[in-house]
């Protein structure tokens, strides 16, 4: 889609989600393992990758990614804080996203040109994204605060924002939450098991991306 190299210029949250159905959120012990991995799910179609920033190695490896895989977009993930937000960034993240919000975080992402995919689990916190410009949420945690029966509530009052639904989505239970109108993507953490990502067995996570990129989605 309108993205298509590590360099492409300015980048929406908004594009982030539309790339692909589902954005693989992505825990790295290894920072050995990340252009592999990377380009692992590039070969199956997903190029927008959020590699969390919950292990030492975090940072290395959006850093190896960046620089080693051109055709892919690495974003930072878990970003808690204004520092998350800056070294994401220093080390070349294109995107953040983050379990929940603050003004501080958001503030943050803009100054280092980072869109960001807040996360939402309330219509306060929508409320107080969209009051700092930001209207293509992530909402977290997906199915543990409310699921699609939620995501069809914020359709009224929130009829402008764009969600990618994250925590406990599956491939059994996507399709659900990409047949609404309101959600463009969603997240997960099922393109990328533990075992075959220290295994390397890299065939295994193309296979997964492609299935993942198969799913239909109704949101513009
Ligand atoms: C997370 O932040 O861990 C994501 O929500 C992933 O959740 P999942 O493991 O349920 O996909």
Redesign the pocket.
């Known amino acids: 889609m309108a993205v298509t190299t590590q360099r492409a210029g300015p980048l929406s949250a908004l594009q982030v989600m539309q790339d692909a159905p589902v954005i693989p959120?992505i825990v790295l012990n290894d920072v050995r393992h990340a252009v592999a991995l990377a380009r692992a799910l590039v070969a199956g179609g997903i190029r927008m990758l959020e590699v969390?920033l919950r292990t030492p190695q975090a940072l290395a490896c959006i850093e190896a990614v960046a620089q080693g895989v051109p055709e892919a977009v690495v974003g930072a993930?878990?970003v808690r804080s204004a520092a998350d937000a800056q070294a994401s960034a220093l080390a070349g993240a294109r995107f953040a996203v983050s379990?929940g919000y603050t003004h501080a975080v958001g503030q943050a992402c803009r100054d280092a040109g980072l869109p960001l995919l807040p996360g939402v689990a309330s219509a306060s916190d929508i409320m107080r994204a969209q009051e700092d410009g930001w209207n293509a949420l992530k909402f977290?945690?997906?199915?543990q605060a409310g699921g699609t029966a939620m995501l069809k509530a914020w359709g009224g009052p929130f009829g402008d924002v764009r969600f990618c639904p994250?925590?406990?989505?599956?491939m059994a239970n996507a399709a659900e939450f990409l047949a609404l109108p309101n959600v463009a993507c969603v997240?997960?953490?099922?393109l990328t098991p533990l075992e075959p990502v220290a295994g390397g067995d890299w065939a295994r996570i193309t296979e997964l991306a492609r299935q993942a990129c198969q799913l239909a989605r109704r949101a513009a």
Request: net charge neutral; no cysteine; aromatic share 12%.
């Open positions: 959120v969390t993930g878990t379990p977290f945690p997906a199915l994250t925590g406990g989505v599956t997240g997960g953490s099922w």
